[in-house]
């Protein structure tokens, strides 16, 4: 069956723009996860969406937020852009309840300029 | 505070020799831990999780509650693990919220 996917591949954008990531998880998942990748950072957990509600939120400003649709296709955005935000943000679904493995796309490299 | 320590940024060895990933954790609870790798140009993936208590490509990984350790091992590494490796924890309930070390990049020489 068709893996993660995710759109668009690559982005770049101003500070103070606004930018909507997407992700289609695999068929018959129900949670999705959004994680940015940094190299000073690393893998930081950002949001976790299930049966369209966020079921857990990491440490990251207002500015990112999220939501899932009746689909399970979920979209970030990050509003009011800054350099800072510049990474690879990365979606993984898997099936309901907690230790199910989680499935990772192949990310979105946002670069802001 | 939750947190998962990788101390190596970079691990290299030999075709044939041990490995040992390292990672320690710190979370107040019971964990479950995870190894995920990421080959070249290919997405990250789960290697294995404690829960499962099984073997993956020759790579065993044994939780050791009281050292609050994690650690990867391999008797005899082959060119083709060379990947970045991240240990991850997960806490229980109802949530897939993966905390990420800082990764190990492996590379085995041949």
């Known amino acids: 069956k068709a893996g993660v996917t995710q759109t668009p591949r690559y982005l770049i954008k101003t500070r103070g723009q606004q930018v909507t990531l997407s992700c289609s998880p695999i068929s018959g998942h129900r949670s999705v996860s959004w994680y940015q990748q940094t190299p000073g950072q690393g893998l930081q957990f950002l949001f976790e969406y299930f049966s369209e509600t966020q079921r857990n939120k990491g440490n990251f400003p207002g500015r990112f937020s999220g939501r899932q649709f009746s689909n399970s296709r979920s979209e970030m955005n990050v509003s009011t852009l800054e350099l800072g935000d510049s990474a690879l943000y990365l979606c993984?679904?898997?099936?309901?309840?907690?230790?199910?493995?989680?499935?990772f796309g192949p990310g979105t490299r946002l670069t802001v300029l | 505070a939750q947190r998962v320590t990788q101390p190596e940024k970079l691990l290299s060895v030999f075709k044939g020799a041990p490995v040992e990933l390292k990672c320690n954790y710190s979370y107040s609870g019971s964990p479950e831990l995870f190894w995920y790798v990421q080959y070249s140009r290919q997405r990250l993936q789960l290697l294995l999780r404690h829960i499962s208590r099984e073997s993956i490509k020759g790579f065993t990984a044994d939780l050791n509650k009281g050292e609050t350790s994690f650690h990867l091992k391999k008797p005899f590494a082959q060119e083709e693990d060379s990947a970045m490796y991240y240990c991850?924890?997960?806490?229980?309930?109802?949530?897939?919220?993966?905390?990420f070390g800082t990764g190990t990049l492996l590379a085995v020489q041949p």
């Open positions: 993984a679904s898997s099936y309901s309840g907690s230790y199910n493995e989680q499935f």
């Open positions: 991850a924890l997960s806490g229980r309930g109802a949530t897939n919220k993966l905390i």
